[in-house]
């Protein structure tokens, strides 16, 4: 995923909630948990204290009973953590009762630090025990025969809260086990959702590929009833650009129509003509004639770069066309060598091409001594935003020409050999074909003496 995909935003949104509410609700369970094992193990102490307090000061006497050690038998194992101590207050006469559990221990009573009692008169207090780990302390003040006359008692029940954090510890580490295990496998699914959810968009982009290429004409394939509206939109707007691209080419085919006869009646009465002005009228006829055909040129050449699914192989466009321009110049014995990349293909009409490579070819032969090169290959290092780039290059064995002298080639209409023959808009009609393409046409010096002509398109 890349950091401005839509798959990862949707992922990042859902991994920020994940991550979020896991732990929020892990938290939630926790303390509920911790609270509700708190409740029992004090519901537990209460329980033992109650019936400690019954059997020890309901048995009519003036002092309390050893009570007996039914209710929990960790009272009988020597310093166990589970306690309980009865012993009168404030320094009234009698005797101290312990469990088996306390042996010659004294628990702290909560009376003595001044703390209040709850609605049902018990104090509560976490103390250290008897072995330095903290207990929890619950005390009730009551005489024996519940007489207020008689001496207080304070009676003691005390349970180890190491087992009640061991217990919650326990949980704890389970149920963050447990969330962890479940937070992994949203992510996961969250992923394959995301995945799942954009693949007819990956579907679009084939789709779109394939037009682009000219394997296909319109976006075809069965799509979500969300992604079908955009489906119809494109369809809609290929089949407009189709229109568009038939509409000027027929409005250019019906220019040239309609001036090339005038033309003609023109050129024709100014031969006939053999005044200065009869010749002067021709020449500027025929330069009307070379002007329009080239500005016409250029509007087909702009219709047809419009075309979505053009694509012509550079390897079938330039092998004939090599051989072509080899017989043109046989006098001068000249080789062509080329080098075409397996595959490579250029993404546009196959006559633009052959214009662009057969001017390239026939300048490179004119000024070539023995030997011409061409090559192409495909760019393949793209991003979204970058598109592959078909990068032709023809190369001579001729004179070259200096960094001055290529600033200026590429002016229309400019030579800097009279004695060759042409017009001097080879390289012109090159570079706006190219431009037209979003290309461009360069000039460098060859490695072989001459001129290295440089040409970069859209590939398919």
């Not at 001044?114 to 049902?120: E, L, Q, R, V």
């Not at 662009?356 to 030997?371: E, I, R, S, V």
Request: a neutral charge.
């Amino acid at each position: 995923m890349r950091l401005n995909s839509l798959a990862l935003r949707l992922f990042a949104t859902s991994a920020a909630w994940t991550l979020l509410a896991l732990p929020l609700a892990g938290y939630i369970i926790y303390s509920l948990y911790r609270e509700d094992v708190q409740l029992s193990f004090d519901a537990q102490l209460k329980k033992l204290l109650t019936q400690i307090t019954i059997d020890s000061m309901s048995t009519g006497g003036d002092v309390p009973v050893i009570p007996p050690n039914l209710y929990e038998p960790l009272f009988e194992v020597t310093q166990s953590g589970w306690y309980w101590q009865i012993r009168p207050i404030d320094g009234a006469p009698g005797r101290t009762l312990v469990s088996p559990s306390l042996a010659t221990a004294v628990l702290p009573s909560p009376y003595d630090h001044k703390i209040k009692p709850d609605n049902s008169g018990t104090r509560w207090m976490n103390a250290p025990g008897p072995t330095g780990s903290t207990i929890r302390i619950l005390e009730f003040l009551d005489s024996p025969g519940h007489d207020p006359d008689r001496t207080r008692y304070s009676i003691i029940v005390a349970g180890p809260l190491d087992w009640f954090e061991a217990t919650v510890a326990k949980f704890r580490t389970r149920l963050t086990s447990a969330l962890a295990l479940v937070g992994i496998g949203l992510l996961a699914a969250t992923v394959f959702q995301v995945r799942f959810g954009l693949l007819p968009l990956r579907r679009i982009e084939r789709g779109l590929a394939s037009i682009r290429s000219g394997e296909v004409e319109r976006l075809e394939g069965q799509l979500p009833a969300e992604i079908e509206p955009l489906q119809a939109e494109l369809n809609a707007l290929i089949d407009s650009n189709q229109d568009i691209i038939e509409r000027a080419r027929t409005q250019v085919g019906n220019l040239a129509h309609a001036l090339k006869t005038p033309l003609a009646v023109i050129t024709n009465e100014a031969h006939d003509d053999r005044s200065a002005l009869g010749a002067k009228v021709a020449e500027q006829a025929q330069v009307m004639r070379d002007q329009i055909s080239h500005y016409l040129d250029r509007a087909r050449m702009a219709a047809r770069v419009g075309a979505i699914g053009r694509v012509t192989p550079v390897d079938l466009t330039a092998e004939p066309l090599v051989r072509a321009i080899e017989r043109i110049h046989s006098e001068k014995d000249i080789a062509i060598s080329f080098s075409i990349q397996a595959g490579a293909k250029f993404q546009g009409e196959k006559h633009d091409l052959e214009e662009m490579l057969g001017n390239l070819l026939d300048n490179a032969c004119k000024w070539g001594k023995k030997h011409v090169y061409l090559a192409a290959a495909v760019d393949t290092q793209t991003t979204p935003a970058r598109r592959r780039k078909l990068r032709i290059a023809v190369e001579d064995d001729g004179p070259g020409l200096s960094q001055e002298q290529r600033a200026k080639i590429g002016k229309r209409g400019t030579r800097l050999d009279e004695t060759k023959p042409g017009s001097g808009l080879g390289l012109s009609i090159v570079s706006d074909l190219a431009a037209s393409y979003h290309g461009r046409l360069a000039l460098e010096a060859s490695e072989h003496g001459g001129l290295k002509a440089i040409l970069e398109l859209p590939a398919a």
